[in-house]
Structures are given as C-alpha cells and as structure tokens.
T-cell receptor, first 120, second 108 residues
Framework: GAVVSQHPSRVICKSGTSVKIECRSL??????MFWYRQFPKQSLMLMAT?????????EQGVEKDKFLINHASLTLSTLTVTSAHPEDSSFYIC????????????????FGPGTRLTVT | RKEVEQDPGPFNVPEGATVAFNCTYS??????FFWYRQDCRKEPKLLMS???SGNEDGRFTAQLNRASQYISLLIRDSKLSDSATYLC?????????FGTGTRLLVSP
C-alpha cells in the first residue's frame, strides 16, 4: 500500500504552547489528506479534511482557529495545535486518499503512524 | 444511534479457530466499506475493502449486505498474530466513519 509518514511520533509540550505535526505522502501525490484524533478506547474521529491549495474543511465541533491546517503541496499537510491544553492530549493520525491511475475512486485511505501528543 | 456499530468484544479464541465479526451502518447512502486492523497504540492499516459480491483474501472473507446495511468479516484458522482490534469503516468519496472496533485475542 501507499506510504504515509508523520512527524514527530511523540511530543510532550507545556500547556499554552503550540505544536506542529507534519504528514507526508512518500510515494504518491495526495490532493486530499485527513486529520483524525483518537482518544483511548475510542474510535477515530475525523477532525478535518485538508485539500491542497485550499482551506481545510473542519468537522462540527472542531475549532479551526485552534487546529490550524495547511496543505501547501501535494505531499505535505501540517496540523498545528495552538495554545495546547491537557485535554488536547491525544493520538493524532493523518491519512491520505489514494487515487488509482484509472481514476476510479475507491475511497481507500492510508494512515500515517500517528503522533502521540501529551500536554502537561 | 452510532453511524457504525460493532460489538466491542473482546473475542477470545484459540489458535486455529474461526471467528466472525459483524458491523451495521446507518447511512444507506454509504458507498465504500472497509475493514481496517489496528494494533495497540498504532495507526489503522487497511485489511481489505468490502464489495457487494463479497471478497476473500487468504484466511479473511468479507461480506456486504446493502439491504440490511450489514458488513461481516470472517477469519479462518486464527493465528496469534491476528490479535488486534478490527475496525469496520464506512464512507463515501471523501469521508470515512469508523466503528469503535472489535478486539480479538488469539491464544495458544
């Protein structure tokens, strides 16, 4: 399958600081990337859809001014958690949608390894 | 009602057993169906897509019943390495909705 990398894999920061997480598609171009959050023993929750060259689409209840998303190229999307608080501690995972050469949309998404954020 | 519902388990089975997971979804307009596998503290990995005609990949068989809005995954000859959480995933072109997952524990 397609390879998606994420950096950093783990970060600990103090309350009030900002943290940037990078998501890269390594062997394909991703016009659309997705950002999820997963709390312990819960399912993945979509936070936002990131489209290259345009503004991200946020899910209901997700503050766009707190979770800044930038998708400046076809292989890179970043999520910045601004003014982080302990309740933002979670597992953040990005994914990228693969479009086969035939143009048939399968909807498959491949995930990065995730970033575990701990805010103290 | 959740958009995607799964039995959380855990399912405890011995090696070599056959185990089946079920999943129901509420949005009849859903277009894409998948099973993902997630190991503890890791990202989900695509196990297989699910088609109306059913599909099989080695020991894994997936079935979709659109009329009943029901998806299943059958694992035959369970291995220790099959121990993980299996996520039922439903979606359209842009958005995937994840179930909370069914945990499988395969013991020697």
């Amino acid at each position: 399958g397609a390879v998606v990398s994420q950096h950093p894999s783990r970060v600990i920061c103090k309350s009030g600081t900002s943290v940037k997480i990078e998501c890269r598609s390594l062997d394909f171009q991703a016009t659309t990337m997705f950002w999820y959050r997963q709390f312990p023993k819960q399912s993945l929750m979509l936070m936002a859809t990131s489209n290259e060259g345009s503004k991200a689409t946020y899910e209901q209840g997700v503050e766009k001014d707190k979770f800044l998303i930038n998708h400046a190229s076809l292989t890179l999307s970043t999520l910045t958690v601004t003014s982080a608080h302990p309740e933002d501690s979670s597992f953040y995972i990005c994914s990228a949608r693969v479009i086969p050469p035939t143009g048939t949309e399968t909807g498959e998404q491949y995930f990065g390894p995730g970033t575990r954020l701990t805010v103290t | 009602r959740k958009e995607v519902e799964q039995d959380p388990g855990p399912f405890n089975v011995p090696e070599g057993a056959t185990v089946a997971f079920n999943c129901t979804y509420s949005n009849s307009a859903s277009q894409s169906f998948f099973w993902y596998r997630q190991d503890c503290r890791k990202e989900p990995k695509l196990l297989m897509s699910v088609y109306s005609s059913g599909n099989e990949d080695g020991r894994f068989t997936a079935q979709l019943n659109r009329a009943s809005q029901y998806i299943s995954l059958l694992i035959r000859d369970s291995k220790l390495s099959d121990s993980a959480t299996y996520l039922c995933v439903v979606g359209g072109f842009q958005k995937l909705v994840f179930g909370t997952g069914t945990r499988l524990l395969v013991s020697p």
